[in-house]
């Protein structure tokens, strides 16, 4: 039998593929300055827990007319959140983490600014700090209610197991390393309204927040988005207060304020992936097969909610990933500390959910003396038995069985296992490990009522379309892909269709660009949006075949002389819209060209506009109950790395990467594998290199990449090889798969694959090289460590 591989077949270039490479996609700091424009900067806490005690600006009186200082009295509404409103834009006489800001200062020019930044005083007293999970855990400091998911005897079932094991993993953060940092330009526009460009992933809550913030009505409030330089889930919460802050100045002073942040700045005051304390108590037989699994979940949610609790959820819903459990306990408690509040990072809570399970059969294996790949094997979801996760939803359309086994024999698993056991040579200066891990990835917002997405599609009567979404263009090409579904509706070639800026005057209350679903929820509210145009057109087409040319509308409407052209009975054969031309598909050699059919439908007064609306239907997730359907479907892959660790430095090379996933019917191959390899070295980096390092007072001492390790091309796999399962996903209306963070977690076969070179069953992420090290040499370590 044929492996079921897709044939890889080119896509069409990312819409700012060239502007990417020429330097001339726009980004916000790339708007011209304008004449009056004031530059704006923050004065934020370098304490992680602090009272303000007095605030002396009176050194910045020098520069009287060009400094500007707000506290937070010159905000309508101080408080906000996405989940809780626990958060406030300007410290109100306490701080609460490094980075919290306090005062807003705007100044004619970044030289004045820098300077008045530098003369203003703010004196605290410092408090005590919570700075890890193990401190708010002792102190009981929670942020929000433990959320459990629970089926089945699984007290009894660990309690009878013929082995049972436990373990602890430490997962810390990391930094989203957007190029772009958070920026955001707040321009006063005549009539009171305030036009916002902000690199963020949710426009429309920016829109909201700026609106409430200062004092309007969200009319009044216009974000606008052309493209971000990366947001990797940085910027659905974390781009609000910068907006915010702008938007502050530019109403009080009536001149356009910019806030554009430095990488180090950036680094410091926002938040990151929640660091995680994951702990596992699991069941199984002599075969390695889970009988039953007790999950405990910390995470630090840092100072504020944030995203945290909805992170949570997505981490206990993944805690199963391909693997049938069949009795669990998972509970999650995000925990409250004074460290910046940490946010969404593609995956969104995903990973460390997965990490667990990962972690916990290489740790089966390794007490069985099996293969960790059989244990998978054992383990993953089969159809009809053995398919539904913990929280009830049955996993439909399920790949994972299929991907296995053809990735392990594409990329000859079992040899290169088996050989590099048989090579191990204890004197060599290098070890080698290999390790195949899956993904299963839930596509939806677990929080139900973000599953809708509305767009505009306007067709113009050269032929050419323009549509807005709510979707926000970060890099992933969601405009190239949604481009492409419209062009493909009415059978154009790409280049006759505009996917236009984000802005909240076009497609009002939508949810953020995230959780993979940008297409899906966008794209599919702009294919609703085509079907009524095409029904419109198809009329006319049907009208204008049985009309002679010399009564066409175009002909006829200017001397009046004709009624409008009407077609009043409902179209009995389907109408093809291909390759510029419309026509009846048993009738191909009547056909007219798509121009024709627009410019008469205009002349006859039919509308060339639409807006459509989409929701996902059949979800029914019980957060309180932790029961339901919480997915629309779930995207599927898997990995194999072959990783090389060098036992003197510790350092990793991954010598080769394969990678299979079961994305449906791509829109744009090239796109989707783009994403792949993205998505996989992003994860690569967090599960190896990017250490984040505090001090003991809270401050983040790796705020730039000279000391926070970020992949670099001689990091990427050196034999990388992606491929796309042949299928067909009829659960969406594209018929394609989600792709964005599900790729990620692929990551973790290299995570695995060191343990595999090390013979470890355990190790921290990431899996820096002194981890390595104090993995490889645990007494040598102990021993300095004891030395004075
Ligand atoms: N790809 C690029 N180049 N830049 C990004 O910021 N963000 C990721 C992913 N891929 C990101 C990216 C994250 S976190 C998500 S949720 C998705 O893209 C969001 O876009 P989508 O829903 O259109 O896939
Ligand atoms: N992913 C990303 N962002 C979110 C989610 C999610 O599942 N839920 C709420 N915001
Ligand atoms: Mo992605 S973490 O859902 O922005």
Redesign the pocket.
């Known amino acids: 039998m044929q492996p079921p591989i897709l044939k890889p077949t080119p896509g069409a270039a990312h819409e700012s593929a060239h502007g990417h490479v020429r330097g001339s996609a726009e980004y916000v700091d790339d708007r011209p300055r304008e004449a009056r424009e004031l530059t704006v900067g923050l004065i934020w806490s370098p304490h992680a827990h602090a009272r303000v005690v007095s605030i002396d600006v009176s050194r910045v009186q020098k520069w009287e007319g060009q400094v500007w200082i707000f506290d937070y009295k010159a905000l309508a509404h101080n408080t906000w959140g996405s989940i809780f409103q626990d958060q406030n834009f300007l410290a109100v006489d306490e701080v609460h983490f490094v980075g919290d800001v306090v005062l807003v200062v705007a100044a004619e020019n970044p030289i004045i600014l820098q300077a008045a930044l530098r003369e203003i005083r703010v004196d605290y007293e410092v408090l005590p700090a919570i700075l890890s999970i193990d401190e708010a855990v002792a102190q009981q400091s929670f942020i929000g209610a433990e959320r459990r998911i629970e089926r089945g005897d699984w007290q009894p079932g660990l309690e009878t197991a013929p082995h049972r094991l436990q373990g602890t993993i430490q997962i810390d953060g990391a930094d989203h390393f957007?190029l772009e940092n958070q920026a955001a330009i707040a321009y006063p526009r005549d009539g009171g309204v305030m036009e916002i460009h902000s690199s963020t992933q949710h426009p429309t809550e920016v829109q909201h927040l700026v609106a409430e913030a200062v004092g309007l009505s969200h009319k009044d409030v216009v974000c606008i988005v052309k493209r971000?330089g990366?947001?990797?889930?940085g910027k659905e919460t974390q781009a609000a207060p910068i907006a915010v802050y702008a938007a502050l100045v530019a109403k009080a002073c009536q001149r356009p304020a910019r806030l554009v942040l430095d990488k180090d700045t950036d680094m410091m005051i926002t938040g990151k992936r929640n660091p995680f304390q994951v702990h596992y108590d699991i069941g199984f037989t002599d075969e390695g097969e889970i009988i039953a699994l007790d999950g405990h979940l910390y995470s630090d949610g840092g100072a504020c909610a944030d995203l945290s609790t909805a992170i949570m959820e997505r981490a206990l819903t993944h805690v199963d990933n391909a693997y049938f459990i069949p009795a669990a306990r998972l509970r999650g408690q995000v925990c409250r500390t004074h460290i910046h509040p940490h946010t969404a990072f593609?995956g969104f809570g995903g990973p460390k959910g997965v990490a667990l399970i990962e972690q916990a059969i290489e740790a089966i294996a390794h007490h069985l003396g099996m293969d960790s790949y059989d244990v998978r094997l054992k383990n993953v979801y089969q159809h009809p038995h053995r398919n539904t996760t913990p929280y009830g939803q049955h996993v439909e359309g399920n790949a994972l069985p299929l991907l296995f086994e053809t990735l392990a024999e594409r990329c000859d698993y079992r040899a290169r296992r088996q050989q590099i056991k048989e090579q191990a040579d204890p004197k060599s200066p290098t070890l080698r490990g290999i390790a195949l891990t899956a993904v299963k990835f839930g596509i939806s917002f677990i929080t139900r009522f973000l599953n809708q997405g509305n767009a505009l599609v306007l067709l113009h009567r050269d032929g050419t379309f323009q549509v807005s979404t709510g979707?926000v263009e970060?890099?992933?090409g969601?405009q190239t892909k949604i481009g492409s579904l419209v062009a493909a509706e009415f059978g154009v070639d790409l280049s006759a269709v505009r996917v236009m800026p984000t802005q909240t005057d076009k497609n009002a209350n939508t949810s953020a660009?995230?959780?993979?679903?940008?297409?899906d929820l966008n794209g599919s509210a702009a294919l609703v949006a085509c079907q009524p145009l095409k029904e419109r057109l198809s009329k006319v087409f049907a009208a204008l075949v049985e009309l002679d040319p010399e009564l066409w509308p175009s002909r006829t409407i200017g001397p009046g002389t004709r009624q409008d052209m009407v077609w009043d009975r409902p179209l009995t054969r389907p109408i093809v819209f291909e390759g510029g031309r419309v026509f009846a598909k048993d009738q191909p050699e009547r056909s007219l060209p798509l121009l024709d059919v627009i410019r008469e439908a205009w002349f006859n007064r039919v509308s060339l506009s639409e807006y459509g609306f989409f929701k996902t239907e059949g979800l029914d997730f019980n957060k309180v109950t932790g029961q339901g359907t919480s997915f629309l479907y779930y995207s599927q892959g898997v990995a194999c790395s072959e990783v090389e660790v060098d036992r003197r430095t510790g350092e990793v090379k991954v010598l080769r990467t394969d990678i299979l996933m079961d994305l449906g019917r791509p829109i744009n191959y090239d796109l989707e594998v783009g994403?792949i390899r993205?998505?996989f070295i992003q994860g690569m980096g967090w599960v190896t290199t990017e250490q984040l390092v505090y001090d003991a007072k809270g401050s983040l001492l790796t705020h730039a990449p000279s000391t926070y390790k970020i992949p670099s091309v001689h990091d990427i796999p050196r034999d990388f090889r992606v491929d796309l399962l042949q299928s067909d996903e009829p659960r969406t209306m594209h018929r394609g798969k989600?792709?964005?963070?599900p790729p990620l977690l692929l990551s973790f076969s290299v995570w695995a694959a060191i343990m595999n070179a090390i013979q470890v069953t355990s190790l921290p992420i990431p899996a820096s090289r002194e981890r390595i090290l104090r993995a490889l040499y645990p007494e040598r370590f102990a021993r300095w460590e004891k030395a004075p």
Do not use: K, W
């Open positions: 957007y971000l990366g947001g990797f889930g593609r979707a970060m890099g992933q969601v660009t995230a959780a993979s679903s940008g297409t994403q993205g998505a989600a792709v964005g963070e």
